[in-house]
């Protein structure tokens, strides 16, 4: 079991024109560039970063493969939920959909190269619904007009400190093997299954770090090295003893892993990267 207090910190893509990919998470969400390179870009709230672009001007498609389904930033109050879509709305990106998870509420649209992203921020945790050991979600009609009526005026709202990456949402090409890999082998809790297509788990009993279906990739390939679309994601630890039982654990189940600074480098089942280190 990993300790409680493991999260997901980050998420890096790899993008074919940075610089558009860049002015939209900078220009429609209002993210704060926190570092910028040749090639890459790190954007977050103040100088927390929590997305990383990197450009890859011959990198392919892959549609119908597995890799990321959507990442999901986590703002600290309903108003900051209801202001970045009020500004999402007024520059004029589309929404592909909304949804009160009980547990959340959430706002749903994607980037100019396809990348998924959830906007949501949480319930108090005293008030979601609970089955035995496991959270109860759901995906209900969001009340959007009661959720826009909360937003700060958009002159003086600003990205919040703590805004934070809450959760990855990965498409699988078989649940049972992703079920394997991050509950049995990482130590992440089982949170909910919707049946047999989908899902949740975390540590600490929040209600998901890492989502997982197959709605569109069951049995499907994993992208070609260099695709467009996700390059990794990293859970962070508390200590150096708990990165040492995830490694153990990971050899002890045959997965191959590799090391970069100083953090754990691997691949789940259906070819989506993993970072696991000790800070982020």
Excluded: C
């Amino acid at each position: 079991m990993l300790p409680a207090d493991t999260h997901v910190s980050d998420v890096a893509l790899t993008v074919r024109d940075l610089a558009r990919v860049a002015h939209f998470y900078a220009t429609v969400l209002g993210l704060d560039v926190v570092d910028e390179r040749p090639g890459s870009v790190r954007l977050g709230a103040g100088d927390d970063a929590f997305l990383t672009l990197d450009g890859r001007p011959d990198a392919a498609s892959a549609p119908g493969t597995t890799g990321l389904f959507h990442f999901a930033i986590l703002y600290p109050t309903r108003r900051d939920l209801a202001s970045v879509v009020q500004r999402i709305i007024g520059l004029g990106h589309p929404l592909q959909g909304a949804a009160d998870h009980l547990v959340s509420e959430a706002v749903y649209l994607a980037d100019p190269e396809g990348n998924g992203i959830e906007v949501y921020r949480d319930r108090p945790r005293a008030a979601w619904p609970m089955q035995g050991h496991e959270v109860r979600m759901a995906t209900d009609p969001l009340d959007l007009h009661g959720l826009l009526a909360e937003a700060a005026h958009p002159d003086t709202w600003t990205t919040p400190a703590g805004t934070r990456l809450g959760h990855v949402h990965l498409r699988v090409h078989d649940i049972p093997a992703a079920e394997r890999f991050y509950v049995d082998t990482l130590g992440f809790d089982l949170m909910q299954r919707y049946g047999r297509q989908a899902s949740f788990m975390s540590a600490g009993g929040y209600h998901h770090h890492v989502g997982v279906n197959t709605w569109s990739t069951r049995g499907a390939p994993a992208a070609p090295e260099g695709a467009m679309g996700l390059e990794w994601f990293r859970i962070v630890v508390p200590s150096a003893a708990a990165l040492a039982a995830v490694r153990a654990s990971l050899e002890a189940a045959g997965t191959p892993v590799g090391s970069e600074n100083g953090e754990l480098t691997v691949k789940d089942p259906a070819g989506n990267g993993v970072r696991v280190g000790t800070q982020g």
